[in-house]
């Protein structure tokens, strides 16, 4: 893979629209964005404004924004121990897949949930039925499983599980994965000492060319904490310099970034989107 322009972006609120987003993201020096397709605990979504979405696709024509990851509420568990949570995941799924075709041929991330208690084999199961029910045939958005720590019954905190999952897919083509360096790091993934052995896995695992997207956070605990906790880049136990090689590693070029950091406000995303673009700059000199 050739080495591409540097695609990478926040996490904005939703709440003013797609045009706000995007102007929002190219201010702060990125040139994508994530967002929350709803309120992350749930909840009814708000109607999308067709006259908006006109002005977003021609502000991102206009400006180099090809691509952007929409994040499924946290709330979404499509392998709970409930009926009801699960029949709450299905619907608001279904319901997103539709609201994505507004934005077509992008991509959608969520987590793929928590067993609570019930098998691990049944958990997985329900997933793959989830999306095989909800994914739109002939649908353009590419669902995304997300790397999770491993924290308490969380399932997708080990590359397997997330192959098993897409292995029942019906819609094979449209399946991917989005890596969170936190979240890998807590559940022991050695991305500091040993990021070409953790590529290397993925790929035997699930295949590099399902990588779409990179949450790139830095983390509060150690290596195998399995807690989940976000830090600031180059202020937790990963660190700036393995974060910068992650973002300049060869098999991982034309791959969009999306920072989830914790933040006061939007210019410590800036500030780190700089640094970010300053490392991947002077690494191709």
């Given at each position: 893979m050739g080495r591409d322009d540097l695609t990478i972006g926040c996490h904005l609120s939703s709440s003013k629209g797609y045009l706000a987003m995007a102007q929002q993201a190219l201010a702060l020096g990125g040139n994508t964005f994530q967002f929350f397709t709803r309120n992350p605990r749930g909840g009814r979504a708000k109607d999308i404004d067709p006259v908006d979405v006109t002005a977003f696709h021609e502000f991102c024509a206009e400006n180099g924004i090809e691509r952007?990851?929409?994040?499924?509420?946290?709330?979404?568990?499509?392998?709970?121990?409930?009926?009801?949570?699960?029949?709450?995941?299905?619907?608001?799924?279904?319901?997103?897949?539709?609201?994505?075709?507004?934005?077509?041929?992008?991509?959608?991330?969520?987590?793929p949930g928590s067993a609570t208690g019930q098998p691990l084999d049944t958990a997985i199961a329900q997933i793959t039925d989830a999306l095989n029910q909800c994914m739109l045939k002939g649908g353009s958005t590419t669902?995304?499983?997300?790397?999770?720590?491993?924290?308490?019954?969380?399932v997708g905190g080990g590359f397997e599980e997330l192959a098993a999952i897409i292995a029942g897919v019906n819609e094979q083509e449209r399946m991917g994965v989005c890596l969170d360096t936190c979240h890998v790091w807590e559940a022991g993934y050695d991305i500091v000492d040993d990021l070409d052995g953790v590529l290397e896995e993925f790929d035997r695992t699930i295949g590099l060319d399902r990588l779409r997207a990179i949450h790139l956070n830095d983390s509060k605990n150690p290596r195998s904490a399995h807690k989940d906790r976000h830090e600031r880049i180059g202020e937790g136990h990963i660190g700036f310099a393995a974060l910068a090689a992650i973002v300049n590693h060869p098999k991982l070029q034309g791959i969009p970034f999306f920072l989830e950091t914790p933040q006061e406000d939007l210019q410590g995303y800036a500030e780190e989107i700089a640094r970010l673009r300053e490392a991947y700059e002077n690494a191709s000199e």
């Open positions: 952007i990851l929409a994040h499924a509420p946290y709330t979404l568990n499509p392998c709970s121990a409930k009926e009801e949570t699960r029949e709450f995941a299905r619907i608001t799924l279904a319901d997103d897949m539709m609201r994505m075709e507004s934005t077509p041929g992008q991509l959608y991330n969520m987590h669902v995304l499983l997300e790397t999770m720590a491993g924290k308490g019954s969380e």
